[in-house]
C-alpha cells in the first residue's frame, strides 16, 4: 500500500488549501484515514480522522471548525480541506491509513500502519 500526499504549498494567513492523499496497492478494510502533522521542533500531532464511510469524523481541539476531511472513495482519495489559516499551522502534513486498529484509536499514530511522505504546509504571517 502506498500512499502519495500532496496539496502544501505557502499561503498567507486567513488562507486555506486542501491536502489530497491518494492511496494505491493491494486492497484493504479500512478503520480509519487520518490526518496528522509535524510542527518545526514538535512531536507528530493528530489533526483529524474520518472512518472509510465518511460518518463518522474526529478533529484536534486546535482545528475549531476550521478544517474538514473527506474521501472520494471512487478514486481512493482522501482530503484535508484547511481554512482560516494561520503560522501555527505550518507542519509537514502527513496521511495515514489504519487497518488493523479500530476506531477508537483513530487519534493514536502509532496504531496507523501506513503513511504517506508528507507534504509541507507553510503560513506566513
Known amino acids: 500500500v502506498q500512499l502519495q500526499a500532496s496539496g502544501g504549498g505557502l499561503v498567507q494567513a486567513g488562507g486555506s488549501l486542501r491536502l489530497s492523499c491518494v492511496a494505491s496497492?493491494?486492497?484493504?478494510?479500512?478503520?480509519?484515514l487520518g490526518w496528522f502533522r509535524r510542527r518545526p521542533g514538535k512531536e507528530r500531532e493528530f489533526v483529524a480522522a474520518s472512518d472509510w464511510s465518511g460518518r463518522y469524523t474526529v478533529f484536534a481541539n486546535f482545528v475549531k471548525d476550521r478544517f474538514s476531511i473527506s474521501s472520494d472513495n471512487a478514486k481512493n482519495t482522501l482530503y484535508l480541506q484547511m481554512n482560516n489559516l494561520n503560522p501555527d499551522d505550518t507542519a509537514v502534513y502527513f496521511c495515514?491509513?489504519?487497518?488493523?486498529?479500530?476506531?477508537?484509536?483513530?487519534?493514536?499514530?502509532?496504531?496507523?500502519?501506513?503513511w504517506g511522505q508528507g507534504t509541507l504546509v507553510t503560513v506566513s504571517s
Open positions: 495515514a491509513v489504519m487497518v488493523n486498529s479500530d476506531w477508537r484509536y483513530a487519534r493514536v499514530s502509532s496504531k496507523y500502519d501506513y
Open positions: 496497492g493491494r486492497s484493504f478494510s479500512v478503520n480509519a
